[in-house]
């Protein structure tokens, strides 16, 4: 198939949007200082140790099985803390997905990453110095499993324990396998000591399916005794929503057990009363009390925990934390952390239910920001809609936060259901501001899960604003998708505010107004189904489009489209006189957010206008910029190119319309630069055979102008 790709070719400009980390402006909920803001919440987090500086200090790496995105924490030896530093993120590879696990396999001090792929393991070695820098050495991990060797085999929903089982010194692997229909564990040997006298190898062997001679019924979170029938290659899933953490809480030597489950809201901690030589776990000895009977560990759906000095004394505290994507929308008491005050066996001390949490905004799960002036003070607050949050007292609730800008800048937490939103039992709430009665206030349009359209009447008095529900099923407005994102928006330019819809496919559907200021009239289906041709949609998945209209100085004259989407990015475009064709793309940013709700506004009130982006993961995020970057599409040439097969897993040709000196460069979506060259005719033959599976940003300049476009790689 020969793709022509008009609507994905860009001009590329350089906004200069930057995350430092340090919140720009102060954030206060509940009495609470949120120097962490800019992390965007933790939905499903995973934490590992790591240098991240290589100052000898051991740092904070949080992986989040939600969307498959990362965070990286420097610790402050001086505040004894965790201070969020997002520059490290750029170091980690994009292709980690549903667990992140660092350890170092091969002793020189670096932390390595393992991550799941395709029921095994993808290894990745750290090579960095300055900074982490990590290489690939594993496609899928290998164990020999007696009869033959095949894939050490893993779920993604599960959370494995990688360790040194058996004391000699290098790495073990211990998994949920299939033995039959028994969900046991498969104990999986390294012999890199035994083979090299090292441990810098990964050469494993399938010891037992059944270590501890324990297994954990697919109908139970409890532990039984079981009988090894042998080796068997592994058949298919068996057992998906599982976690293994292996600790010596007795202070013998050897290896306990702990198993979370994605049926209970609790772990089993079993005793293994063997030695390193040979587990036995006695399921006699097995307890929902864990870590402790004061303070055991309880919270929503398959916990995993996770061994981290925390406050560097030298002693393994205990983090746990939820690890199930189904239910994303926990927003408070996920990520517990015990302190553990004692160097042999360990002693654990309830000391958070909210690490980390207790300093940032996690609100739940799919967050949208919008700003206005909603109590009449002059400046812009800002009003924040989340899909899912989950009460203290349980249940689910759509609804609408409110931070108010005070006098010095800063932002206060005063309310959590504008509008008493969370009693209509709407889900997925993204709200759009305009006044469309033409009384001077802002009045909101609601989209939500199911595509509908509500509007919320601003009756406000005095400049407070007060949000009712005043006309569901608004306007009758069909057409369309699910997610429903609405924006009010003089598109057409003739003073009167339009409607543009996006939605879970990711295109943006245009409704024209045809009444007045005062009295807005919409059709019931979209005037352009696809305006602009807009389509977000990445090939693998859905595209959450989220459009923000930006009508003002802060990219130069013109009126633009900020779309947001679920591919880690924001699209640019300018909205052209004509509404009927394709609109030009004027820059594609990526970030490492997913499913991303923009807003442009001058937060700090410096002028300079921020990009501040709603998450999947329940936050919000801050990009900010050191001037204006003027944007001006009309310097642009016609230098359109074609790129075929796209997707493609070895080779993609790029065909011009004409010969010329053109430098290609390749970028990954964090930003990194893959590959460069310099080309002259019309066509190149770009060979992607190395590139690791996913998406890729291909730009290509010429001396007044450069274009991208996406590629992705299959295979």
Not at 105 to 125: E, H, P, W
Not at 589 to 615: A, W
């Amino acid at each position: 198939m020969f793709i022509v790709l008009p609507t994905m070719l860009s001009a590329q400009f350089n906004l200069g949007f930057r995350e430092s980390g340090e919140s720009l402006v102060t954030f206060e909920k509940d009495g609470t200082d949120l120097r962490l803001l800019g992390v965007g919440g933790f939905n499903a987090p995973q934490f590992s140790e790591i240098d991240l500086d290589d100052d000898g200090v051991m740092d904070l790496f949080v992986f989040d099985r939600y969307q498959d995105t990362w965070r990286t924490f420097l610790y402050n030896s001086t505040s004894s803390r965790y201070d969020y530093a997002p520059h490290y993120e750029q170091f980690f590879p994009r292709e980690m997905q549903d667990f992140a696990i660092l350890k170092d396999y091969n002793c020189d001090g670096k932390k390595d990453l393992f991550t799941f792929y395709q029921a095994s393991f993808r290894v990745f070695k750290n090579v960095g110095s300055d900074s982490p820098e990590f290489i690939q050495v594993i496609d899928k991990l290998q164990s020999d499993y007696g009869s033959v060797t095949t894939n050490a085999f893993v779920l993604g929903g599960d959370v494995p324990a990688i360790v040194d089982e058996d004391a000699d010194g290098d790495l073990d692997i211990l998994t949920f396998g299939s033995v039959n229909s028994e969900n046991t564990i498969e104990f999986h040997r390294n012999l890199s000591m035994e083979l090299y006298g090292t441990c810098d190898s990964l050469e494993f062997e399938v010891v037992t399916q059944c270590w501890g001679n324990v297994e954990e019924p697919s109908n139970s979170s409890t532990l039984q005794v079981t009988s090894c029938k042998g080796i068997i290659p592994p058949k298919g899933l068996r057992h998906p929503g599982s976690s293994i953490l292996l600790v010596d809480s007795d202070g013998d030597g050897d290896q306990d057990l702990v198993v979370g489950d994605i049926q209970t809201n609790s772990v089993v901690h079993a005793i293994n009363v063997g030695d390193v030589n040979s587990a036995s776990i006695d399921v006699n000895q097995q307890t929902n009390d864990f870590p402790n009977a004061t303070d055991p560990i309880e919270m929503p759906f398959l916990v995993s925990g996770y061994e981290i000095d925390t406050d560097h004394d030298g002693n393994l505290d205990l983090i746990m934390s939820v690890n199930n994507t189904i239910d994303s929308s926990t927003n408070h008491g996920h990520t517990w952390l015990y302190n553990n005050n004692s160097s042999t066996a360990p002693d654990y001390v309830l000391e958070t239910k909210e690490f980390l949490l207790e300093e940032m905004l996690d609100l739940g799960a799919m967050t949208a920001p919008v700003s206005m002036d909603y109590n009449g003070d002059g400046d812009q607050d800002l009003l924040i809609a989340v899909d899912y949050s989950r009460n203290p007292n349980g249940g689910l609730k759509s609804r609408i936060h409110y931070f108010e800008q005070q006098n010095d800048g800063s932002f206060l937490y005063e309310d959590g259901d504008i509008g008493g939103l969370s009693a209509f039992g709407f889900e997925a709430v993204v709200p759009g501001l305009g006044d469309i009665d033409g009384d001077g206030d802002l009045d909101m349009l609601i989209g939500t899960l199911d595509g509908t359209l509500h509007l919320l009447r601003n009756n406000s008095v005095g400049g407070q604003s007060n949000f009712t529900l005043a006309i569901p099923q608004y306007m009758s407005i069909t057409s369309i998708g699910s997610n429903a994102t609405p924006e009010f928006a003089d598109i057409n330019d003739d003073g009167i505010l339009d409607l543009v819809v996006g939605d879970r496919t990711g295109t943006v559907a245009y409704f024209e107004n045809g009444g007045t200021t005062s009295s807005a009239s919409f059709p019931s289906v979209p005037t352009i189904a696809n305006l602009g041709g807009i389509d977000v949609n990445p090939i693998c998945c859905d595209g959450f489009s989220t459009p923000r209209f930006v009508r003002n100085d802060a990219f130069g004259e013109g009126r633009y489209l900020f779309v947001g989407s679920n591919e880690l990015s924001v699209e640019i475009f300018e909205i052209p006189t004509d509404l009927s064709g394709e609109f030009t793309r004027l820059d594609s940013l990526f970030f490492n957010v997913s499913k991303i709700s923009p807003l442009v506004m001058d937060i700090d009130s410096d002028g300079i206008y921020e990009l501040l982006l709603g998450t999947g993961e329940g936050g919000l995020k801050i990009f900010s910029r050191e001037k204006n970057y003027v944007v001006d599409a009309e310097e642009l040439e016609d230098d359109k190119f074609r790129l075929f097969p796209n997707p493609s897993g070895t080779q993609i040709q790029i065909d011009f319309q004409s010969s010329a000196v053109r430098e290609l460069m390749v970028f990954d979506v964090q930003g990194r630069l893959i590959e460069q060259k310099v080309i002259t005719s019309a066509s190149h033959n770009l060979t992607v055979a190395t590139y690791s599976v996913g998406l890729y940003v291909l730009k290509v300049i010429t001396n007044s102008e450069s274009r991208t476009a996406r590629i992705v790689v299959q295979r």
